[in-house]
């Protein structure tokens, strides 16, 4: 899939909130760590974001999903 090197709220197609608008323009991009940490709790790794999904607290699962979404 690939999404590890790729801007955060890069799909030009989206309609991303503004809190992950910004992040795209002070040129954050989604690291295996950010990943992580945004799976963790994605409100507080970007305040306002519309994601509708609880945080996923075990370690396990994130790392099973980054595997998935960062192509790894
Ligand atoms: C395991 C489940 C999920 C994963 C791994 C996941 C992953 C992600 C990622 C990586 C982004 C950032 C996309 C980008 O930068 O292009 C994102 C954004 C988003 N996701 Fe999820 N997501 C999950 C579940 C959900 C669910 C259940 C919902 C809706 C109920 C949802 C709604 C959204 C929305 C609306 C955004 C845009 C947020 C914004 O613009 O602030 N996601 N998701």
Known sequence: MGLIGRPVAGDPA???S???R???DRGDLWTS???DLFLADPEAM???QWMGSPPIR???QRADLLCVLGGQ
């Open 22 to 24: 910004t992040a795209r």
């Open 46 to 48: 970007y305040p306002g």
């Open 33 to 35: 760590d950010r990943l």
């Open 58 to 60: 075990s370690a396990k």
């Open 18 to 20: 503004p809190a992950l």
């Open 14 to 16: 989206f309609d991303y």
